[in-house]
């Protein structure tokens, strides 16, 4: 009796190698568990199965006294967040040839240094990390690179996106999209007619959606002014009184106010955020009069 080893590498559906992995050997074309061992004098492997190791080689031996020379196998890899690959009919070169010679042979001497300008290897392409594995066989070390997984919260200290220009700022949208962020603020004009019907008026032309606006307003002619900003969370402004009560303020919840008297005032506060801007909600008590010219600062 006598055994041959099949040395192979692990290695996942897109031919990345696959460390730790779990290797099933069968008879091929069956699910049958073939019998094979660990070494060339090691114990038979449980249920024909054995482990890659951290470079994704994996060796396992038949015995002649187990199968007849024609006999073929399969391998079947697998683990944990991979798909598994299947290699069939496998067949082991000089499996079940055997002789009774003692084969003999000469000594080699190397009289002279020898250098070597390259090798090919055929299990890799171009431009792959190599390495020695535990068995001195040289293997591809990808798997360095397949085996970073990403646990929570990672760093990267840089990365390439396509669609982008050099030094252009970036931020993530609300659909965690990164979208450029050139333009980060800007400063612009309305005009309302608080005697106008109450309802929500749609502010265009901002060029980005707005997180933060902050406005002044004011009613030339009057002593009506507003200071306020607004955000999706909240809304607060601050109004002069002059008009109702003199050297007194008024505080409101809402974008701008702008306070006639008593019981007489215009509201205004964003309802919604657009791509290109957002909409003022205006809601008047009594029947304020005059026109307010109001000036924003919009945020990204």
């Given at each position: 009796?006598?055994?041959?080893?099949?040395?192979?590498?692990?290695?996942?559906?897109?031919?990345?190698?696959?460390?730790?992995a779990t290797v099933n050997v069968y008879t091929a074309g069956t699910t049958t568990a073939a019998t094979c061992y660990a070494s060339e004098a090691g114990a038979a492997l449980s249920g024909g199965a054995t482990t890659s190791d951290a470079y994704g080689a994996f060796e396992f031996w038949v015995d002649s006294g187990d199968y007849t020379q024609d006999q073929e196998f399969k391998v079947v890899i697998s683990k944990s967040g991979y798909s598994s690959v299947t290699y069939d009919y496998i067949h082991i070169p000089g499996f079940?040839?055997?002789?009774?010679?003692?084969?003999?042979?000469?000594?080699?001497?190397?009289?002279?240094?020898?250098t070597a300008d390259g090798c090919a290897l055929d299990d890799l392409t171009a431009s792959q990390a190599v390495m020695t594995n535990g068995s001195k066989v040289l293997v591809s070390a990808d798997y360095l690179d397949q085996a970073v997984k990403i646990a929570s919260s990672p760093t990267f200290a840089?990365?390439?996106?396509?669609g982008l220009t050099a030094s252009v700022p970036v931020w993530t949208s609300a659909a965690k999209a990164l979208v450029s962020v050139s333009t980060r603020f800007k400063v612009g004009s309305i005009t309302r007619d608080l005697s106008a019907a109450d309802g929500a008026v749609a502010e265009t032309g901002v060029g980005f959606q707005p997180s933060v606006v902050i406005f002044m307003g004011a009613v030339a002619g009057s002593g009506m002014l507003s200071l306020g900003f607004d955000s999706s969370a909240a809304a607060y402004s601050i109004a002069d009184n002059r008009e109702g009560t003199a050297g007194a303020y008024y505080t409101a919840s809402t974008s701008l106010c702008f306070y006639v008297s008593a019981g007489v005032k215009s509201n205004g506060t964003i309802s919604s955020w657009s791509a290109d801007g957002f909409s003022i909600t205006w809601a008047k008590t009594g029947s304020p009069?005059?026109?307010?010219?109001?000036?924003y600062l919009a945020i990204r």
């Open positions: 009796m006598g055994r041959k080893a099949y040395h192979g590498t692990a290695k996942d559906q897109n031919g990345r190698v696959i460390y730790s079940g040839l055997e002789t009774t010679d003692s084969p003999t042979f000469s000594s080699l001497t190397i009289i002279n240094d020898i840089g990365a390439t996106f396509s009069a005059g026109t307010a010219n109001v000036f």
